[in-house]
């Protein structure tokens, strides 16, 4: 059974740090490209950042470059999102989810963990 | 980048009977290499996201066949035939064709 599971989240003031990370099992991490996705309170879903499976590759949403980093371990099964400088608006619902099928560039979110809460508050 | 539009906002239906969400895209969702990748959530309450069709019309493993999508180009549908009491939440649709990923902002199915 595929899971992913998000720790790392909090409560930090606004400038502040987080690392996020998204723990896999139930598939072989390495072959496959990671996500994270985020949800801020009533907000739709937006797309954070992608990485490829051996992190040659990597995908940001430009209003959040210079302040957000994705990685992994694929010896950890673990993706990360390093979080700097968070803003009140970065406060949201992260989601890691896995891509489709190994190997291949995504197109979709197959499998979603169940979140970690972000709130950046003085 | 490619702003996904939904209509309606919020769907009451009656049991049993069936549900329909539009979503439309600035742009086609047709990719370099030939396939649309547009794909449709569910987000039941308190729970995180669930894929339910992907590339238009698959649907995910798991999700009961009352699901189906149809559209191309610009303009995508979700249908739920006999809208079931376990089907209420909100459902998005997402584009994966070009960066940034984006979705809709949500459609609302509750029952009447």
């Known amino acids: 059974e595929v899971q992913l599971v998000e720790s790392g989240g909090g409560l930090v003031q606004p400038g502040g740090s987080l690392r996020l990370s998204c723990v896999a099992s139930?598939?072989?991490?390495?072959?496959?490209?990671m996500t994270w996705v985020r949800q801020a309170p009533g907000k739709r879903l937006e797309w954070v950042a992608n990485?490829?499976?051996?992190?040659?590759?990597?995908f940001c949403v430009d209003s959040l470059k210079g302040r957000f980093t994705i990685s992994r371990d694929n010896a950890k099964s673990s993706v990360y999102l390093q979080m700097n400088n968070l803003r009140a608006e970065d406060t949201a619902l992260y989601y890691c989810?896995?891509?489709?099928?190994?190997?291949?560039?995504?197109?979709?979110?197959?499998?979603w963990g169940r979140g970690t809460l972000v709130g950046v508050s003085s | 980048e490619i702003v996904m539009t939904q209509t309606p906002l919020s769907s009451p239906v009656t049991l049993g009977q069936p549900a329909s969400i539009s979503c439309r895209s600035s742009?086609?969702?047709?990719?370099?290499?030939?396939?649309?990748?547009l794909s449709w959530l569910q987000q039941r309450p308190g729970q995180p996201p669930r894929l339910l069709l992907y590339?238009?019309?698959n649907r995910f493993s798991g999700v009961p066949d009352r699901f189906s999508g149809s559209g191309a180009g610009t303009e995508f549908t979700l249908k739920i035939s006999r809208v079931e009491a376990e089907d209420v939440g909100v459902y998005y649709c997402?584009?994966?064709?070009?960066?940034?990923?984006?979705f809709g902002q949500g459609t609302t199915v509750e029952i009447k």
């Open positions: 989810a896995r891509a489709p099928y190994p190997g291949v560039r995504p197109y979709s979110l197959f499998y």
């Open positions: 990485i490829k499976h051996d992190g040659s590759e990597k």
């Open positions: 742009q086609g969702l047709v990719h370099s290499d030939g396939g649309t990748y």
């Open positions: 139930g598939f072989t991490f390495s072959d496959y490209w």
């Open positions: 590339k238009i019309s």
């Open positions: 997402m584009q994966a064709t070009q960066f940034p990923w984006t």
